[in-house]
């Protein structure tokens, strides 16, 4: 596993996506957390899982939005980001 973080993660001010992950079920559920808290990655994984969990409930915009706001700061292995275009 690649660490996102090189700080203790106990240190920072957020929720484990790795704690929230399981209640994601639903986009109610997706905006409570969206809305209210800090949301944490260890790794490129979880990052890509949460992206195809923005994308799923039609967050397309937001999940561009974490792309262009970590792209200078990590380096993060997209293969496993799906993109299914709704427009067909």
Not at 12 to 32: F, P, R, S, W
Not at 36 to 63: C, P, Q, R, V, W
Request: hydrophobic share 40%; net charge negative; no cysteine.
């Amino acid at each position: 596993m690649q660490t996102l973080y090189t700080q203790n993660v106990d240190e920072l001010d957020g929720i484990l996506y790795q704690d929230i992950k399981e209640i994601l079920k639903d986009k109610t559920q997706l905006e409570n957390v969206l809305f209210t808290t800090k949301i944490m990655f260890l790794d490129n994984e979880e990052l890509i899982e949460f992206m195809n969990k923005l994308m799923e409930f039609g967050y397309e915009d937001m999940a561009l939005d974490y792309v262009e706001n970590i792209y200078d700061k990590l380096v993060v292995d997209f293969s496993k980001f799906r993109y299914e275009n709704k427009a067909k």
